[in-house]
């Protein structure tokens, strides 16, 4: 890879800035409650995913094991830890507006639960897969064209 590295950052950044600006119309240009709200929802999916496999899940705030609701999983919201390079306060703010919005609800004092996503996001995943998918295969074919070469 280090041999392609200019081509590799350029299409890995197409492929980011392409993304990034999906995810700014989506979040009405708020990225932070974008990154808040990923954060949150993808480390409650890390969380059930094993569980799926027939593991017990893994809840990275607590750094261990332990059975998940039997409805959904709730994820133990410490704020230093899912975001903890946006200040305390601003994540907790963002915090508010996603639960106000409905897209985030409140499962006790320290658990939260993703329940929707904006009706402007519901487009972005698919098409993030498809540019991904698309940017990967542009990147393994430099690579298997350099190596040729």
Do not use: N
Request: charged letters at 25%.
């Amino acid at each position: 890879m280090r041999q392609h590295h200019l081509e590799v950052t350029y299409v890995l950044g197409r492929f980011m800035t392409e993304h990034f600006i999906r995810v700014y119309k989506a979040f009405e240009g708020d990225l932070t409650a974008a990154i808040v709200l990923g954060t949150i929802g993808s480390t409650t999916i890390g969380a059930i995913t094993p569980r799926l496999a027939g593991k017990p899940p893994r809840f990275p705030s607590t750094g261990g094991t332990r059975r998940a609701p039997a409805a959904r999983a709730a994820l133990q919201c410490d704020v230093d830890q899912p975001v903890d390079r946006i200040p305390r306060e601003t994540v907790r703010r963002k915090i508010r507006q996603l639960v106000a919005k409905g897209w985030l609800r409140k499962a006790g004092p320290d658990k939260l639960i993703v329940t929707s996503l904006p009706d402007s996001f519901r487009g972005v995943r698919p098409q993030t897969l498809e540019h991904f998918y698309a940017a990967a295969q542009e990147i393994l074919q430099l690579v298997e064209k350099r190596s040729r070469s």
